[in-house]
């Protein structure tokens, strides 16, 4: 039997990513690396690597070591197919990750200190998953990318924009129609109109099961000064925001300033929405 190390069709390593002797496996495809703040570049050299995993487990102390910089020659693993960077502390990432163009899965679930994704994420054309729960300073993805990932199964969660430049509006959730299981739209309040809501088109995204619109006002509006048309405006889109009726399973409505609720699809005996809820929190 060949040596595992001189096997050319070497698959799986999982150590320390600072141990210099996992750089001489040119043909690793897999990769597991423990805690670290940084990634030597000779990293980078394993160019044949399909899944790369630098994540740290959510259950270690926070004070233990976690990647903070994902090195920019990082493009050069063309053939990586999974990233997997969740509970580190990258603040973002750098626009060289565009140029995995054969990514198909990317998890930054619990980054907390995330606030940035690459401007020309839609460069990323086969990516399937992207995962970023638990990301509470992520308030913005950059416009001209999320909405040409059209193949795109799993988004956890949208950010409306507040309206400036640099930011998603929410018709770009139009045509991604095979997004599946969770789906979490938040900033809802900077929706202008429910024509500008109606283009999302739930009805035609048939596989979500979780479904959470939050509007993001505080505490449903008792903190802030919201006026009567504001009030109108959220009754709108949340009535333009009409689900499937046979894939949702659970749905959340947060911090909602209308006076009419629930609205209309929610109400129909006998084609309403709530057939096969199993679970609804208004909050």
Known sequence: MENSNTNKYVKNYKYDVENPSIYEAKKLRTLIGKASKSVPS????????????????????????????????????????????????????????RSLVNLQTLKLNYCYNLCKLPEGIGELSNLRHLEVEGTHFLNYYPQGGIEILRHLRTLSKFVVSDGSSKGFVIGELENLNFLKGRLDIR???????????????LQKKKNIRDLELNFGYDNGGENEDVSSEEEMIMEDVLENLEQHKESLEELVILNYVGFMLPPTWMLSVEDSVLSNIIHLDLY
Do not use: F, M, W
């Open 42 to 97: 000779t990293l980078y050299q394993l160019t044949c690597l399909r899944t790369l995993d630098l994540s740290r487990a959510y259950y270690i102390d926070i004070d233990s070591p976690a990647l903070e910089v994902l090195p920019s020659e990082v493009n050069r693993l063309l053939h990586l197919r999974y990233l997997d960077l969740s509970n580190t502390r990258l603040k973002e990432l750098r626009e060289t990750v």
């Open 187 to 201: 900033g809802l309040r900077h929706v202008k109109s429910g024509n500008e809501a109606k283009l999302v088109e």
